[in-house]
């Protein structure tokens, strides 16, 4: 449970240094209880009041990392149930599930068309981050030289399956460095997969009947001493397993029940016998609180739609995405090319500096800092009025870039043109289309005249 200021405030050494960046102690402790600061921020706080704070702070679903480098996966570390409460924090992983026995031909084919699905959106380079390698003879030579493959050629993070313990230690022997997820401890295997994810340190997925013996199994599992867990509740229905989905998140969050507060590993691929109906449970599944979603296979078709929505259910509801305020060049302007405007909202930046683009018109786009809001409501608030444009193109140094004084404004604040040739005098402002698709046509007969 989270602490309140005052809590807090009673841990801290009260001696208002400011060190913290804050005058007094009060003042960060209140800080910290809005999570507008971070406890590190206090060199002296004592290691007692540290690990209790850590320990009161931490979030209800514990984070859980797999892969190592710059291309790990963090699943878990949730706090709130619904999205527009807060945000959610860490993206569910996409995984395509691999059988061991595959022959290397094949797999060397799969996993050149999987490494090739990257797709960028609003600046962000979009891709699924896991393989699924499943023991399918228990041959465990078979198993290793599967996760060799995978490990050396491609910069997926793995979850290696297997009943036996004995299989994922030679599986993981192979690929020990890119901190595999281990799938997963049951009843009869718990104390050498416990004993095998212990001294690898690496993530083990738990799996159960139902949520209730997965709590004593996870029991069991954190009295051994391991902490990083994933939750299978077993079920292989899609009414039964989003029951469980939603029990496992409601339970720590809402009853403080610790033994559900982890992640949890799903798997469409067991659950329908095509990719389509993979691709609507992992929908449904990425909403409501899977860790990880496990598909027989990426495709294109199917991938790109998960990824999109995925992107849109982790972002921060409250927090716009945005690019930074300034000049951005688009295909190598000179002191002679046109000048346009827009607002910093990503989907409008990327929109606009794509056509920009597709016009090989070489331009310079100004961006201004709109808090994140498109055009229209940008100026429907305040935010992108004539003065406060005109204002921004006088500050922003185009002058330093180009001789000429002309700028485009985006089509839908053509009201605004006149309010901006009055602080820019000497300028001359032209209102570009309204749609971003006519971009290209427009700057190309914009340069004729
Ligand atoms: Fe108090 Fe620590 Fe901040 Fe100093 S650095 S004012 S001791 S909270």
């Known amino acids: 449970m989270a602490l309140t200021g005052m809590q807090i405030f009673k841990l801290l050494p009260k001696t208002n240094c400011g060190e913290c960046g804050v005058p007094t102690c009060l003042a960060f402790a209140m800080n910290l209880a ?31 990392s797999i892969g190592s480098g710059p291309r790990t996966l963090k699943i878990g570390g949730e706090t709130v149930l619904f999205r527009h409460e807060k945000t959610f924090n860490n993206p569910t992983g996409l995984a395509a599930l691999v059988p061991a026995d595959i022959s290397p031909g094949e797999l060397e084919r799969k996993l050149k068309i999987w490494s090739f699905l990257q797709y960028e959106r609003v600046g962000l380079q979009l891709r699924p981050e896991l393989i699924a390698l499943k023991d399918v003879s228990g041959d465990k030579q078979v198993f290793a030289q599967a996760a060799r493959t995978i490990a050396e050629t ?59 013996e997965l709590m004593e199994r996870v029991k069991s599992l954190t009295d051994m001493g391991l902490k990083d867990l994933v939750l299978d ?78 992107l849109n259910i982790f972002t921060d509801p409250q927090r716009p995405m945005t690019v930074t305020q300034g000049i951005y060049e688009i295909n ?50 305040g935010k992108f009025s004539g003065d406060l444009v005109g204002n921004f193109v ?40 309204r749609e971003a698709a006519l971009i290209p046509k427009f700057l190309k007969e914009y340069g004729k005249n």
């Open 233 to 310: 509740s077993g079920a292989r229905e899609l009414k039964k397993l989003f029951e469980d989905q939603v029990l496992i998140r409601r339970a720590p969050l809402k009853a403080g029940i610790k033994a559900l507060g982890f992640p949890t590993i799903c798997f469409p691929c067991e659950m329908a016998d095509n990719l389509d109906l993979e691709t609507m449970m992992a929908a449904l599944l990425i909403a409501k609180y899977a860790g990880i979603v496990v598909l027989s296979d990426f495709r294109g078709e199917s991938l790109f739609p998960l990824l999109l929505e995925r």
């Open 154 to 212: 491609t910069e997926f993070n793995l979850v290696l399956m297997s009943a036996d313990p004995e299989v994922l230690k030679a599986g993981i022997a192979v690929c020990g460095d890119k901190r595999p997820l281990l799938y997963a401890a049951t009843k009869e295997n718990l104390q050498p997969m416990a004993d095998l994810a212990k001294a690898r340190n690496v993530p083990l997925a738990v799996k159960a009947r139902d949520p209730e």
């Open 34 to 64: 809005a999570a507008k600061a971070e406890l590190s921020a206090c060199p002296h706080v004592s290691s007692a009041a540290r690990t209790e704070l850590e320990e009161a702070s931490a979030p209800p679903i514990r984070p859980v």
């Open 332 to 381: 190598g302007p000179n002191e002679q090319s046109p000048i346009l405007i827009t607002t910093n909202f990503s989907l409008t930046y990327f929109i606009v500096s794509s056509e920009i683009e597709n016009s090989r018109v070489p331009c310079w786009l100004l961006i201004m800092n709109t808090e994140g809001l498109s055009v229209l409501t940008a100026w429907a608030a």
């Open 394 to 433: 006088k500050q922003s140094g185009i002058a330093e870039k180009a001789t000429h004084k002309r700028i485009i404004l985006p089509g839908y604040v053509a009201s605004i043109s006149g309010e901006v040739e009055e602080v820019l005098p000497g300028w001359q402002v032209t209102v570009g289309p």
